[in-house]
């Protein structure tokens, strides 16, 4: 299975542009999505295919990166988006990063 | 609007079954691959199963292969997971979700509110 590494947590102030990694054990391409999921609701699609912005998803937020590295970037941040952020791999089999969880301070 | 509603969750003893089911609305379900994806207790996401979007096509994740079976009624719009010998660590939150558009599922661009399953004597 292809893992994918994240940092457990970011505190970030609003206004700031914060920057959220994902590392890939193996070269996905660019088959890496990312998800948002708020407390106690269910994950929804911000990037798919490691930058393509998801249909009525704020600008704020972008995606970058291809092979093993990849980047999501809000900015600026807003209260509204305290949230655990997952990376998606469909390299192979769909593995998920274990999460970030973002904190506004 | 895409509606996904995921049913049958709930209490269950190890080694005995349950079957979930994901009533969809507001698109054509027989367009797309559909999935399941859990969500242990405070813990992250994990890909179960997904199906292809007639249905002779199913792909497992390794922790449910042989246990767990994924299918679906297009008819009906509705999909389906039986899930047998359930175990403790099964225990989670399992999300419907909609694949993306086209013949190779990626993403999972849509997910229902999930339903709730805890395996315990």
């Known amino acids: 299975d292809t893992v994918l590494t994240q940092s457990p947590a970011l505190a970030v102030s609003p206004g700031e542009r914060v920057t959220i990694s994902c590392r890939a054990s193996e070269s996905v391409s660019t088959l890496m999505h990312w998800y948002q999921q708020k407390p106690g609701q269910q994950p929804t699609l911000l990037i798919y295919?490691?930058?393509n912005l998801e249909s009525g998803v704020p600008a704020r937020f972008s995606g970058s990166g291809s092979g093993t590295d990849f980047t999501l970037t809000i900015d600026p941040v807003e209260a509204d988006d305290t949230a655990t952020y997952y990376c998606q791999q469909s390299w192979n089999d769909p593995t998920f990063g274990s999460g970030t969880k973002l904190e506004i301070k | 609007e895409v509606q996904l509603v995921e049913s049958g969750g709930g209490l269950v003893q190890p080694g005995r079954s349950l079957k979930l089911s994901c009533a969809a609305s507001?698109?054509?379900?027989?367009?797309?691959?559909m999935a399941w994806v859990r969500q242990a207790p405070t813990k992250g996401l994990e890909w179960v199963a997904s199906?292809?979007?007639?249905?002779?096509?199913?792909h497992y994740g390794d922790s449910v292969k042989g246990r767990f079976t994924i299918s679906r009624d297009n008819a009906k719009s509705t999909l389906y997971l039986q899930m047998d010998s359930l175990r403790s660590e099964d225990t989670a939150t399992y999300y419907c979700a909609r694949h993306n558009i086209g013949t190779t599922p990626n993403w999972f661009a849509y997910w229902g509110q999930g339903t709730l399953v805890t395996v315990s004597s």
């Open positions: 507001g698109f054509t379900f027989s367009d797309y691959n």
């Open positions: 199906i292809s979007y007639g249905g002779s096509n199913t």
């Open positions: 295919l490691a930058s």
